[in-house]
Structure formats: C-alpha cells, structure tokens
C-alpha cells in the first residue's frame, strides 16, 4: 500500500512539473512581446531625438561658419587697408610700390595682390612663384573690383568670377579691394588681393568639416565661392539651382530627398540649414543625411 502511494505521488509530481515546464514555455514569447514593443518605441524616440540634435549641430554649424567667415572678410578686408594705407598720403616710386607691396603679401592669405595708377594700369604684382611681370598684365578699370573702390572711396568685396590667370588659365577668385590717395589726397589706384576659392574651399572643410557633412558658401549672387564634402558643388556655378539649396530659401532648416539612384536604392533624406554671413550678404549651407545622423540606432538595437 504504502509502495503504491509512493508511486501515485510521484506520478502527480511528475506531471505537475510538466505542465509547468509547458506553462513556463508558453510564457517566453508571450512575455517578449512587451519587451520588443518596449525596444521598438524606445527605438523610435531615439530616432527622434538623434534628428533633434543632428538638426541643432548643423544650424551650429553654419552659424559658426557665418560667424568666421565674417571675420575672414573682416581680416582680408583690413589687410588690404593696411596696405592702401600705408600708400597714402604721398609720393613713392614704383619700386617702393613693388618693394612694400612684397613684404606686405608675404604675411597675408592672399594668392596674389596688385597695386594700380589712377586709370586701373598694374604697377605692382605680388611676386610668388608662377607669376607673370605687372607690365604684362592688362589694365583692370573695367573691374568692379577697381571701379567700386574708385565711385566710393571705400573697400570693397566682390563676389566670385574668374581671374587674369595670374596663377593658372583659369583662376576662381574673389576680390578684396580699397583705394589709396596721392599726396594731394586725390584718388592714385586702388590695392586688391585675390582669394583663391580652392583655398577658401580648403578653410571651408577645417571650419564646417565632419563625418558626412557637406557645406557651399554662396555669394551675394548666389553663385559657389567655396564647396566641401560628398556632394561638393562646382566652384561658380549657381548655388541656389541645388535642391537641397533651395529649400532654405523660405526657412533656414529644410529637409529634402536626393534623387533615387540608378541602382534603384530608395532617396536619401538630408536635413540642411542656412546661416546668412552679416555683411557681405554671403550664405553658408550646411547638409548632412538623415541615415547618417541615425547611425547610432545600428548599435543600439543591436
């Protein structure tokens, strides 16, 4: 008897673990559901908040850019200056010209400077390697670079064009210009230096460079004075046909889709901002993707 009701004891107890084992299987996938639920909507949230803050740190950007692209203008601005300055108020020769003109672009960001008479004749060129003699560059009174500075008697920016060629066939410059008086304090010419935008593209990538960051500067006509990263414009072509460009016109954040590729992926969403630089009525575009701000997503659902 008592064998017997040790074997339907052990009986139950064996089939009470089972069902427990079957009820404890049964409840896994049914206790992951909120867990995965809980995962997707944090997720979601983390999506949201990356987007939130990739926007800020590319308004931040641009600002920062505008910011010292002022002061670069400020600088260049106040070298020339410096120069018709020190031209002013009396009688040198041309080689005093030449000779202080030397000395004076040694020390600046300049690619070359000029110095010009009265009617816009070159009577110093800055001197770097690969430049052509002053005597062979033609008059540049047809410039607005020289005729601004001469109807206003104040510096003068210009937007970008291409050069004389001084360096290569085909300079992509912009212009910092100021007149200089004679000793009778009457318009002699006027100080220019040309600031190449390749380089200006290079200072562009130091200031606004970044993992998948893509920045253009645009002048006062919209044109491309410095380009830098994956989709880097042309250098003077028109800035504001690009979509992602455009977009900014109306508010200084938009978001826009590239076009899809010819691999059939899906568009690329990118999120760009806008920064006007005070002063010389400039632009700063700064654009990063949407897939690259949410990069930190891969690990985290991994």
């Known amino acids: 008897v008592a064998l017997r009701r040790l074997a339907v004891g052990a009986a139950i107890d064996a089939g009470a673990s089972s069902m427990r084992a079957q009820i404890a299987r049964a409840l896994v996938p049914v206790s992951a559901i909120p867990v995965i639920l809980l995962t997707l909507g944090l997720g979601r949230l983390y999506a949201s908040h990356l987007v939130t803050e990739g926007t800020r740190d590319l308004e931040s950007r641009a600002a920062s850019v505008a910011g010292r692209l002022r002061d670069y203008v400020s600088s260049t601005t106040g070298d020339v200056e410096t120069l018709a300055g020190s031209l002013s108020g009396r009688a040198?020769?041309?080689?005093?010209?030449?000779?202080?003109?030397r000395l004076h672009h040694d020390?600046?960001?300049?690619?070359?400077?000029?110095?010009?008479?009265p009617d816009g004749r070159v009577v110093a060129l800055s001197s770097r390697p690969g430049?052509?003699?002053?005597?062979?560059v033609p008059p540049?009174?047809?410039?607005?670079?020289?005729?601004?500075?001469?109807?206003?008697?104040?510096?003068?920016?210009?937007?970008?064009?291409?050069?004389?060629?001084?360096?290569?066939?085909?300079?992509?410059?912009a212009a910092v210009s100021a007149p200089y008086t004679d000793a009778?304090?009457?318009?002699?010419?006027?100080?220019?230096g040309s600031v190449g935008l390749t380089n200006l593209s290079a200072w562009l990538q130091r200031v606004a460079g970044g993992p998948d960051i893509a920045a253009?500067?645009?002048d006062q006509a919209g044109l491309v004075v410095a380009s830098t990263g994956g989709v880097a414009a042309p250098l003077l072509t028109m800035g504001r046909d690009l979509p992602w460009v455009h977009a900014?016109?109306?508010?200084?954040?938009?978001?826009?889709e590239d076009a899809v590729a010819a691999s059939g992926a899906a568009p690329t969403r990118v999120i760009t901002t806008r920064s006007d630089v005070p002063?010389?009525?400039?632009?700063?575009?700064?654009?990063?993707?949407v897939r690259s701000i949410q990069a930190p997503l891969v690990p985290f659902y991994l």
């Open 216 to 218: 253009v500067v645009l």
């Open 279 to 289: 002063g010389p009525g400039w632009q700063v575009h700064v654009r990063r993707s």
């Open 92 to 101: 040198v020769s041309p080689e005093d010209v030449q000779r202080v003109l």
């Open 184 to 192: 009778a304090d009457t318009f002699a010419g006027i100080v220019q």
């Open 140 to 173: 540049v009174n047809d410039r607005a670079y020289f005729i601004e500075p001469r109807r206003s008697g104040r510096p003068y920016l210009s937007g970008g064009f291409h050069g004389r060629g001084f360096a290569t066939d085909d300079d992509a410059i």
């Open 248 to 256: 900014t016109d109306r508010t200084p954040v938009a978001t826009t």
């Open 107 to 117: 020390g600046s960001v300049f690619t070359t400077m000029i110095v010009t008479d």
């Open 131 to 136: 430049y052509v003699a002053a005597a062979t």
